[in-house]
């Protein structure tokens, strides 16, 4: 109860960290027995609507919210509970100075303006006030800087001669964005369409890039259309009513 107070969490966000606890400590997504035992310990958040946040299937119950950030958390708020997800997130922002640096040199920049230009983009907004809120917002906004990152460099082929891995890299990214929420598809098939589309990428680049995607759009499609005990057609529908519509 104390760290609900010092910590308070709003909004969606207790519904990724009770997934996160689901896996922790019944390594499963059947959220059933999680929210019953937190409406009376109150660790996440207490007594809540969980009809509006869960789909009922074979008596157990499974979350509309997508599982990518629930995993993404996990270490940090298994081992310091809801401060350690925070903490997780905020050292995943860390990379974001990295990513912008990395972009003022692929335009050419001098080594100071592109730390100048790192620096005052990594301390403004929306970076500062999202890095310790568990959404996937902040991920979604760090893979993407990270795909287009690479897609400039293999542009530029700065300091990198095998493309392959850069197109790898990318395209686990992509892959990484469906797992976060389910909106981010439309912009992964956009991507893809334009690397496919690209006549300077050679063919085995755009094998490696296609099929990387595929498999993790594959599995993601399977996991929220037919099951596997973690999600249900029910649940793929009201994330699309709820976040698409």
């Not at 310990?41 to 008596?59: A, Q, R």
């Not at 157990?60 to 298994?78: A, E, P, Q, R």
């Not at 893979?143 to 287009?148: G, K, N, R, S």
């Not at 499609?221 to 973690?230: Q, S």
Request: glycine share 6%; aromatic share 12%; net charge positive.
């Amino acid at each position: 109860m104390g760290e609900k107070k010092r910590v308070p969490i709003t909004g969606d966000e207790p519904h990724y960290l009770m997934i996160s606890e689901s896996i922790r400590k019944d390594g499963d997504f059947n959220l059933k027995n999680n929210y019953e035992e937190d409406r009376n310990t109150k660790k996440i958040i207490g007594p809540v609507d969980v009809e509006n946040h869960t789909v009922s299937k074979d008596g157990k119950l499974y979350s509309i919210h997508s599982i990518g950030t629930s995993c993404l958390v996990l270490i940090g708020y298994s081992i310091f509970g809801i401060t350690g997800a925070r903490i997780n997130l905020a050292l995943l922002a860390g990379i974001i100075p990295f990513l912008f640096y990395q972009l003022g040199k692929i335009f050419h920049l001098s080594s100071e303006e592109a730390t100048l230009i790192a620096v005052f983009y990594s301390v403004s907004l929306p970076f500062p006030m999202v890095a310790g809120q568990i959404f996937p917002d902040l991920p979604t906004g760090i893979l993407l800087i990270f795909v287009f990152t690479i897609l400039l460099m293999s542009e530029t082929k700065i300091n990198f001669k095998n493309n392959h891995i850069l197109y790898f890299a990318c395209a686990v990214g992509c892959g990484c964005l469906a797992w976060l929420h389910t909106k981010n598809l439309p912009s992964v098939m956009l991507i893809l369409f334009w690397v496919l589309c690209k006549k300077e990428v050679d063919l085995k680049s755009k094998c490696i890039f296609l099929g990387t995607i595929l498999v993790f759009v594959f599995f993601f499609l399977v996991c929220n259309f037919f099951g596997l005990d973690r999600f249900s057609v029910l649940m793929a529908k009201r994330i699309l009513l709820r976040h698409l519509i």
